[in-house]
């Protein structure tokens, strides 16, 4: 048995439904002389060729890329939606035309079956309406999306033939064209919003801010990135290709493509929908490296190094310029965790990792231990040295 999605279901639905109403409201067109009925009727006809022209462009959009296509066939979806929204306009058009015919008078027989078929017409195509809006919203399908904007635009077209058999009950025959012109302003309104968001699509346009806005979060919440030097997205079909360019800390390439998966992994997580996102990696171009030095006191050049990490009992924190490699800034900070019986070496490293450290100086080793893993992840370098005084550790690295 052939599973299908929720999208393609709805377009199927869509199909089977709009042609039941055709043939009813052609029937009793017909039955009661209605011209707009009929002629609601062929609309809705032209309906259905719509339905499976989108139910068409959401089989072809899911197809695998091919070396003759790589990044997919999604766009089918946006060329639909154009399609669509040329056949609004028509609908418009073709309302018009009807309205302006229907100033003649017209003695409709059957009455009540005319108004029981114009307004269950008008229930059905709105019930039909919300439903394709609802799954398309839902399943990003901006086609769907804009079948269902298109069908609600038969909802006034019902309305309007309901008023016109009405009208033409009680004797006012010149509601329903009147009606009629103005249903046609919203329906040409309508297919401009589809026209300009498929046309958008097709040109690569960018995605809406907010989207934007929170890519760019995401992003910056990765340890390691220093800046977003670029950051681009388009939509394609119901999928987005993300392009990123970063600046980071990192000077080896294992661990500059490991922050670049993570970037990856945490925006697909966050975000619905997004097919591919392409990170470049640059290295930042940085003014000063800042290091941590764990002591046992706060006497400036003087401060003896602590033999233990989270033992000690404050650290300093100083930065050297890249150009000079001259002392730029020294602070101490102190030990708030020195106290506690245990993980005292993972909160001070969690507190490290706050401060934007890109190399931790120690006596002790901290390898494999809970601290170390933490820096790591904050992508901080370590390096072990038998330096007795923070003056000591600055001239070796000068």
């Known amino acids: 048995m052939i599973r299908l ?46 339905s499976i022209g989108v139910f068409l462009g959401l089989k072809i959009s899911s197809r695998k890329p091919t070396e003759a296509f790589p990044y997919g066939f999604y766009k089918a979806e946006n060329i639909v939606s154009l399609l669509l929204a040329l056949a609004i306009f ?17 003695v409709l ?4 079956i005319a108004i029981s078929a114009a307004l269950a017409s008008l229930v059905f195509t709105l019930l039909l309406s919300s439903y394709q809006l609802k799954v398309g919203r839902e399943t990003k399908s901006p086609s769907l999306v ?58 690569d346009a960018s995605i809406d801010y907010e989207s934007l ?30 392009e990123l360019e970063i600046e980071t800390n990192l000077r080896d390439l294992e661990r500059a493509h490991h922050l670049s998966d993570k970037i990856e992994e945490k925006i697909k997580s966050e975000m619905k929908n997004v097919d591919r996102v392409i990170v470049h990696v640059e290295p930042e171009e940085k003014e000063f490296i800042r290091y941590a030095v764990p002591c046992t006191e706060n006497n400036a050049l003087q401060s003896r190094v602590s033999e233990h990490f989270g033992g000690a009992e404050y650290f300093c924190i100083f930065d050297m310029r890249t150009a000079d490699n001259d002392l730029a800034d020294m602070r101490f900070i102190k030990n708030p965790f020195i106290g506690l019986e245990k993980m005292k070496g993972l909160r001070v490293a969690e507190l490290l990792a706050t401060k934007e450290i ?21 992508y901080v370098e370590f390096e072990e040295t038998d330096a007795d005084t923070v003056r000591e550790i600055i001239e070796e690295l000068k």
């Open 90 to 106: 028509y609908a418009g058009y073709d309302i018009i035309l009807s309205s302006v015919e229907k100033f003649e008078e017209v």
């Open 5 to 50: 999605g929720r999208d393609k279901k709805a377009a199927l639905v869509s199909i089977v439904v709009t042609a039941f109403l055709a043939v009813i409201k052609y029937s009793v067109g017909v039955l009661s002389g209605s011209i707009a009925l009929v002629a609601d009727a062929v609309h809705s006809l032209t309906d259905v060729i719509s």
């Open 358 to 378: 890109d190399k931790l100086v120690t006596k002790e080793s901290i390898a494999k231990k809970s601290a170390f893993y933490v820096l790591e992840d904050a």
């Open 213 to 242: 806005h929170r890519i760019r979060e995401l992003a910056s919440e990765a340890h390691g990135v220093r800046k977003i030097r670029s950051l681009k997205a388009r939509s394609s079909g119901k999928f987005v290709f993300v």
């Open 146 to 203: 804009a079948d269902g904007k298109h069908t609600r635009t038969d909802v006034y077209a019902s309305a309007v033939v309901l008023a016109g058999i009405l009208g033409n009950y009680l004797g006012f025959y010149a509601l329903d064209p009147i009606a009629g012109i103005l249903v046609a302003v919203f329906i040409f309104r309508s297919g401009y919003e589809i026209l300009k968001d498929s046309i958008k699509v097709l040109l």
């Open 109 to 112: 027989t059957n009455v009540p």
